[in-house]
Structures are given as C-alpha cells and as structure tokens.
C-alpha cells in the first residue's frame, strides 16, 4: 500500500523533488494542451514588396490586428517566431488606392494555421514619384558677438541633395541646419552642423554640412520716406493718413548697409478680411537678410476700409 501521507511530506520537504514536480506537471499540462485548437490575435507587420524604383510610398499603413487559429502547438510556435505579411505593389498608380486584406500573402514555415482581420476588409496605400534635386540649407543662430561686429554673411561649403516625394520636394524651400551658436567670437570662422531632416520621406546625400561665418563691423543707416504698401481686396476701398514710412534706422554689417537699396526695403499692411471701419495699425517692415530694424516713424498708420 503506498504511504500518500509520507510521500507526499517528502516531496515537500525535498526543494529538488519540488520543483521536479512543477516542471513535470507544466510540461504535462502543455503536452495536452497544445493538442488543442487555439485564437491567437496579434498586431501584424506588413511589409510591401515589387515597388518600381522611380516610385514612393507616402503613406501607409504598417501593422494590421491579425486573428489567428490553430492547434495550440503551431500558435505556441507564432509566438516566438511573429510573421509578416506581405502585400506585392508591383502594379500600383500613382496616388492614393486601396488594397483588399485577401490581396495579403502570408507564409508560416510550421503547420495548419488560420488568419483573419479583425473588422478590416481593406488597407489605403499613397504613391508618389521619386524625385531628387538641390535644396538650399537655412542657418538659424543665436548668440551676441563681440560689441561692434554683425554676421555679414553664413555660407554653406557643402551642396546638399535630397531624394523622396517628388511632391514634398516641389513644396521644400529649404533645409534647416542645428542652432549655430556665435556667442562671442571676435572674427570669421568655420563650423560643422548637423541637418534637421525635413520629413521621414526624404533622404539627404549628408546629414552635416561645413558652414563659414564671415563677420563685419556694425554700422547704422537712416532711411527716409519709404513707400507704404496696403494689401488689400479689390472689394474693399481704402484711404491712409500717410503714404509712407518717415524714418527707419536699421543696423547690419557695414559692407551690406552701403549695398541697401530703398527698394530692397518693404513696409507693407494687410488689410484683407478686416470689415469696414477706422484702423490704427502697425506695418510689417521687410529688410535684406543680417539687417535689422532698429527704429521706425510713425510707429503706427491711421487707415480707414469702407
């Protein structure tokens, strides 16, 4: 007759004889159940094969919730192994279309298994065309420079090109660059930046470029009656206390501030979408790059819409 009680005492009291029991019960407990069938749902990644080369997808989507079904054994094996799917765009147009999720190819390298989509018939894909030219890169900086000197001129030593959405290219004036800081610097010098990229759709041939920062003395310059500029729609009827700008004093490197021109300089007030009535509003003053305005008469311009 076997002892339950005495056997039972010793396999507790014995640390090895337990934990030979919990791997033995586990692994009899999965033995049976990955016989059985099982659902499994997972966030799926897709991947898109077959595209041309002179195109580009812009948009997309890049998981889908996958239902799958099976015997426990192959569903225990997806698991650890996650597939992918596979959706073939080698027939794609141009612009925004939607693919059927039966389209989808799928492989599993073990067993019988089943997939479905929770609630998603179909995925939206957009495809532009490939492009790639020379953007122009903007350097934004910072800091105060020794007393007396301003930022003649910051000049890229690098040509940058970029490659993606021929779209987004069209719409891309520049690139900008890292903060370059001058805080301090006595004389010209040359400094190395780091590109922002644009967008996740466009590649650049460097991600830093070489800059050279040229300084020259400040000087100031005293500007008079400059020409005022009134934006406005042809329905509106508009009549201004004053037709220009008295005084402007603006501060930049001296070799620019003797190349200025009075036409190079825009004061300008929109007035488009305000509705009838008497304004006191202030101009928008437009200077050369590395000027910059440091007084202005009158400060404000009486203006009448009706």
């Excluded at 041309?52 to 989507?61: H, K, P």
């Excluded at 020379?134 to 001129?153: H, N, Q, R």
Aim: aromatic share 8%; with cysteine.
């Amino acid at each position: 007759m076997i002892d339950l009680k005495n056997n039972l005492k010793a396999l507790i009291n014995d640390p090895i004889r337990k934990i030979f029991a919990i791997t033995f019960a586990v692994g009899l407990w999965l033995f049976v159940a990955m016989d059985d069938n099982y659902v499994f749902q997972k966030e799926t990644r897709i991947i898109y094969t077959g595209l041309a080369d002179s195109l580009i997808i812009t948009d997309s989507v890049s998981t889908l919730p996958a239902v799958f079904w099976g015997r426990g054994s192959y569903l225990f094996n997806l698991w650890l192994a996650p597939p992918k799917l596979r959706c073939n765009i080698d027939n794609v147009q141009l612009g925004r279309q939607s693919i059927p999720v039966n389209k989808l190819i799928y492989a599993f390298p073990f067993g019988d298994i089943n997939i479905t989509y929770d609630r998603v018939t179909e995925i939206s894909i957009a495809i532009d065309e490939k492009d790639n030219r020379i953007i122009p890169i903007s350097i934004p900086y910072i800091g105060a420079l020794k007393e007396g000197l301003s930022v003649k001129e910051i000049i890229v030593l690098d040509t940058v090109e970029a490659t993606g959405s021929k779209q987004i290219l069209q719409d891309m004036e520049n690139i900008p660059s890292e903060t370059l800081y001058i805080k301090k610097q006595t004389s010209s010098f040359r400094e190395v930046l780091k590109l922002n990229s644009p967008s996740p759709l466009v590649l650049l041939s460097i991600n830093k470029v070489r800059v050279e920062v040229q300084l020259d003395t400040t000087n100031r310059l005293i500007i008079t009656n400059i020409p005022l500029k009134l934006i406005y729609t042809t329905n509106q009827r508009v009549v201004s206390e004053k037709i220009s700008l008295d005084t402007l004093i603006v501060e930049g490197p001296q070799s620019r501030l003797e190349a200025l021109e009075k036409r190079a300089i825009i004061v300008k007030i929109t007035l488009t979408g305000l509705p009838n009535g008497d304004y006191d509003l202030p101009a928008t003053i437009i200077l050369p790059e590395y000027i910059k305005p440091v007084y202005s008469k009158p400060k404000r311009f009486k203006i009448s819409i009706f």
